[in-house]
Nanobody, 124 residues
Framework: QLQLVESGGGLVQPGGSLRLSCAASGFTLDYYAIGWFRQAPGKEREAVLCISSRGGSTNYADSVKGRFTISRDNAKNTVYLQMNSLKPEDTAVYYC?????????????????WGQGTQVTVSS
């Protein structure tokens, strides 16, 4: 069974950091691009960052530039989202998704597999 599982979310104060993990089971991530998305209450799901199978990253959200980075460890079959200098507006459910090889725009429909999401809350 092909599955993506996000972890690492939680409650953090403004200015703090979190590292989210997206672990795959049932398949190897070596040949997949992984995108991170987020969805705040009452808002549409938005693309944040994507990393290709070769490790190249694409940023889709100007609001996270210089604060969030994406990386992958194929040996652990895991992709990470490092989030620094967190702001209350970063509060959302964060999802990872997989598609073959390349990042391809910010739409959700190009992704084949999705995780269940992990909650990130930034609040004092």
């Amino acid at each position: 069974q092909l599955q993506l599982v996000e972890s690492g979310g939680g409650l953090v104060q403004p200015g703090g950091s979190l590292r989210l993990s997206c672990a795959a089971s049932g398949f190897t991530l070596d040949y997949y691009a992984i995108g991170w998305f987020r969805q705040a209450p009452g808002k549409e799901r938005e693309a944040v960052l994507c990393i290709s199978s070769r490790g190249g990253s694409t940023n889709y959200a100007d609001s996270v530039k210089g604060r969030f980075t994406i990386s992958r460890d194929n040996a652990k079959n895991t992709v990470y989202l490092q989030m620094n200098s967190l702001k209350p507006e970063d509060t959302a459910v964060y999802y990872c998704a997989a598609r073959g090889y390349y990042c391809s725009g910010s739409g959700t429909r190009v992704y084949d597999y999705w995780g269940q999401g992990t909650q990130v809350t930034v609040s004092s």
